[in-house]
């Protein structure tokens, strides 16, 4: 089990905004840069946020990243059904000294 | 354009030995750090390690400190992660991922562990 917890799930409609959150600690949220990945079966995770809010170019201005504490999100606006996939946030852990994932959460438009 | 190829599928015995390779171009590949990421079946994703291509210093993963070696060679821009004592939970897609901030990634690996 991961020390970043993410809720498992999240849902919307075609056009809604749904955001996603990680909730960590001082020892990696709280102190370190946050990124957030892509990922689809099979396939490469794709960056989409690092630094906390910044995007990659080609990352479309509909994925944004924030940070507050020790917890991040991702929110997805005017949601897209090319947009269901699984959402990964990764953190350096100064305690483990490693890269941490959070959990995952699977989007899915309705 | 930027390209991390691995080297392909691979199917072991418990307690042997995988080499996974990933050859990068169209990029500055001693400028960053190149990661190894795992992801098992219907699981998440899991950081292996980390390997500095310009000195060679690796980090690893305290779950896999001892099973895991991280290598490069810098005169062909490739890395290369050897896991060592094979086990099922071990069955996954092996990922590498390079340049600024987990830019740029692999097409995976899969790694099949099964007597």
């Known amino acids: 089990q991961s020390v970043i917890t993410q809720t498992p799930s999240a849902s919307g409609t075609p056009g809604q905004r749904v955001t996603i959150t990680c909730s960590g600690s001082s020892a990696n949220i709280g102190g370190f840069y946050v990124y957030w990945f892509q990922v689809f079966p099979r396939t490469a995770p794709r960056l989409l946020i690092f630094g906390n809010h910044q995007r990659p170019s080609g990352v479309s201005d509909r994925f944004s990243g924030s940070k507050s504490g020790t917890s991040a999100s991702l929110a997805i606006s005017g949601l897209r059904s090319e947009d269901e996939a699984d959402y990964y946030c990764a953190v350096w852990d100064d305690r483990l000294s490693a890269y941490v994932f959070g959990t995952g959460t699977k989007v899915i438009v309705l | 354009q930027v390209q991390l190829v691995q080297s392909g599928a691979e199917v072991k015995k418990p307690g042997a030995s995988v080499n996974v390779s990933c050859q990068t171009s169209?990029?500055?590949?001693?400028?960053?750090?190149l990661h190894w990421v795992r992801q098992a079946p219907g699981q998440g994703l899991e950081w292996l390690g980390r390997?500095?291509?310009?000195?060679?210093?690796?980090e690893y993963s305290q779950k896999f400190r001892g099973r895991v070696t991280m290598a490069t060679d810098t005169s062909i821009n490739t890395a290369y992660m050897e896991l060592h004592s094979l086990t099922s939970d071990d069955t996954a897609m092996y990922f590498c991922?390079?340049?600024?901030?987990?830019?740029?990634w692999g097409q995976g690996t899969p790694v099949t562990v099964s007597s």
């Open positions: 169209g990029y500055s590949f001693t400028r960053h750090y």
């Open positions: 390997i500095n291509p310009n000195t060679g210093a690796t």
């Open positions: 991922a390079g340049g600024l901030d987990f830019a740029y």
